[in-house]
């Protein structure tokens, strides 16, 4: 019995070796990328033409088609995604049916708590993403706690739209403003909001727009919450647009190639029928296509107009240029052009959230995670003017705290957008953008000179006093930096926070109680040690309080998914 134990037990290793072996070894040369055909087939009604900047030739259409990237493969097969031995291991570990997480966040180290005796200056990229939001809610839906490094704070807190005072366009594109009140969840220190709103003009004042959709058609794409949704998404921005309007398709998988050329954007029955027979299947090439739709881009372009690239997709680029700094430095290189890039992201599993954000902020665009036809709606329909136009570029926000009047702050989020003190007067660094209509947040946690407690010890050896020139009853001096759209010089705004515009939580407005409780919820899902003890049912109760105006339910939303983590939390 003992021998024949033995030999069913080998019997099985070798079994199970084989197994690994042949999922491994075929796949590793598929990694290796298909090569990309000499003549594109293309749907569109223009005769042959060859332009040498994309690096192929596109053929005649090929009509009445429903159109997919193997028409751009010489052999029509469906590229594998090249799991080599490590993804072999993991596919023989883990348990059969259970999906395979590869996606990517990039890494975040909270902001610490900064002395102003030391550091009395903070200065920030402003950032109006919203792609974490959308992240941490499809996680939570799915019922499971997001990766910490999905939870970007900034991103939930600017998912909301504060409704700040409408600033007057001949002053400049956008208004400032700032509120200081007590933190909910610490009895020793203040919070600070700097608010942002931006100038929304009329619908029928949009500058015309030159839109390439750059679509991802490859085989990561099939699944119903990516090119489907894709699709419904698409649909509800083309709907958007007007005559002064024009749009143009690029689609990459194994190769890229062109599926609708320059088209008005009234032209909606030829738009969407180009959109729906878009079928995916293919690896993914995602530089040819981004190169592509950037040529597009440049033979529509529009003087004193919107030019930018959309680009759809799960990030999951897997043949091509695979050196993503190359890719960054093509999206630089055009945003000086005067082509911007925004990037929507859908899927699961395999989705690079990093990536996404990565190229839009290179590219003076903004990034969206598209997780369903609410989040579709939200950004491509209520608010499709702020992610077409831009009004402010290269806007920088730096803070000079008074050391006679505080000891300690804390930036909240924005840890990807710091910069140095002396680049906020360097015109020659790059900042975030502001569209029509935007608001812009962001939090400080301060302690006073005089609060009861301190959150960093003073030093043995040196002194903390350091002479100022104002001991006056301002806390700070807020300065901020922007350019406008298509200039090279900024222009300077300046603002002064007094001590006076102290008030208590309760007198506050909804804005910052609400904002403040956004920011609480990223806190507490990141494990932030800086909560004490306010828990979800706390900023439950503070969310309630300041809902206020709520017109498309996004407020009431976030306390559900509250409750939905709370539920999740384990320590809850």
Known sequence: MRNSVITISMVLTLITTACVQNQTQPKQTAVTPAPVPKEVPVLS??????????????????????????????????????????????????????????EVYGEIISNGVKQVAHEPVSTFSIDVDTGAYAVVRRHLNQGVLPPTDAVRIEELVNYFDYQYASPDIADAPFSVWTEIAATPWNANTHLVQVGLQGYLPDAESRSPANLVFLIDVSGSMKSTNKLPLLKKAFRMLVKQLDEQDKVSMVVYA????????????????????????????????????????????????????INRVILATDGDFNVGTVNHQALLDLIERNKNSGISLTTLGF????????????????????????DNLSEARKTLVNQVSATLETIAKDVKIQIE?????????????????????????????????????????????????????????????QSEKIATKVDSNELAFVKLRYKKPGGDRSILLQHALKTNEIKQLSNTTDNLRFASSVAAFGELLRGSKNLENFSHQNILQLARSARGNDPHGY?????????????????S
């Open 45 to 102: 009604k223009t005769e042959e033409r060859k332009t040498s900047s994309r690096g192929m030739d596109l053929a005649e259409p090929v009509a009445e088609q429903e159109y997919s990237m193997s028409n751009f493969s010489s052999s029509g097969a469906v590229a594998n995604r090249g799991f080599g031995p490590m993804m072999a291991y993991d596919m023989a570990i883990r348990p059969a049916g259970a999906p395979t997480n590869r």
């Open 401 to 461: 705290w008074n050391p006679a009047r505080m000891s300690e702050y804390r930036l909240i989020g924005y840890e990807n957008r710091l910069l140095n003190r002396e680049d906020f007067n360097n015109d020659k660094v790059d900042a975030g953008e502001i569209g029509a209509g935007h608001t812009v947040t962001a939090l400080y946690e301060i302690t006073l000179t005089n609060s009861a407690q301190q959150r960093i010890e003073p030093l043995r050896y």
């Open 555 to 571: 407020r009431g939303e976030f306390i559900r998914l509250v409750e939905l983590a709370q539920s999740l939390d384990p320590n």
């Open 254 to 305: 194994g190769a890229s190639g062109v599926v609708l050329e320059s088209t008005k954007g009234d032209q909606n029955g030829t738009i969407l029928a180009a959109l729906d027979k878009l079928t995916a299947g293919g690896s993914t090439h995602g530089s040819a296509g981004i190169k592509l739709a950037y040529d597009m881009a440049q033979q529509g372009f529009i003087k004193d107009g």
């Open 347 to 370: 899927g699961s599993g395999n989705y690079n959230d990093h990536l996404m954000e990565q190229l839009a902020d290179h590219g003076d665009g903004n990034y969206a995670y598209i």
